[in-house]
């Protein structure tokens, strides 16, 4: 999807990646060696196209350093008890401090990703562990939404997204995946 300027995620697609999805961005070298670091939240601006996904700045050093060189960013959102992905990519993403209220947006996204791990028999604390960050490591990656796409496994995925869906299963590409 090359209409950018078109692009604009619906409220369904906003409720589904500021949920307690997995949320994991990458990024890659010039000569594409990828970098892949899980987020720690995601909120989305008022004109429904900016993209802010909260990462550690520690251990998301190789793809902060990435996207410092080349903006390109690809964002995957998953729902592992439903394995619903929608993922979304930026050719003009840029490291930006947080904003007041962003490290509470992270410990509410952790609290939702422990509900949705819970009873799939996650240990709560190890999820704690993986998405633990220090508060002054915060950082937030903000881009532009370019390109939307469904991944969720099955027939569909990997198909472009236009407004309207969320990456459901076999059926409309709006099935289910609010929140």
């Excluded at 070298?29 to 802010?52: E, F, I």
């Excluded at 949705?116 to 990656?141: C, F, K, M, S």
């Amino acid at each position: 999807m090359d209409h950018a300027s078109e692009l604009v995620l619906d409220a369904a697609q906003i409720d589904f990646v500021c949920g307690g999805v997995s949320i994991s961005a990458a990024s890659c070298r010039a000569d594409g060696l990828p970098s892949l670091m899980r987020a720690v939240g995601c909120r989305v601006a008022a004109d429904r196209r900016t993209l802010n996904v909260l990462l550690a700045a520690t251990p998301g050093a190789g793809v902060l350093d990435d996207v410092r060189q080349s903006g390109a960013v690809a964002v995957v959102f998953s729902q592992p008890s439903t394995h619903r992905t929608l993922q979304i990519k930026g050719r003009d993403a840029r490291v930006v401090p947080p904003e007041a209220g962003d490290a509470e947006l992270a410990a509410r996204y952790r609290d939702a990703f422990v509900d949705e791990l819970r009873p799939l028999g996650y240990p709560e604390h190890v999820i704690r562990t993986v998405l633990g960050w220090p508060a002054d490591d915060l950082v937030v990656l903000q881009f532009t939404a370019h390109a939307l796409f469904v991944q969720t496994p099955g027939p569909r995925a990997g198909e472009a997204l236009a407004e309207g869906g969320v990456g459901g299963g076999a059926g409309s590409a709006g099935s289910g995946g609010a929140r």
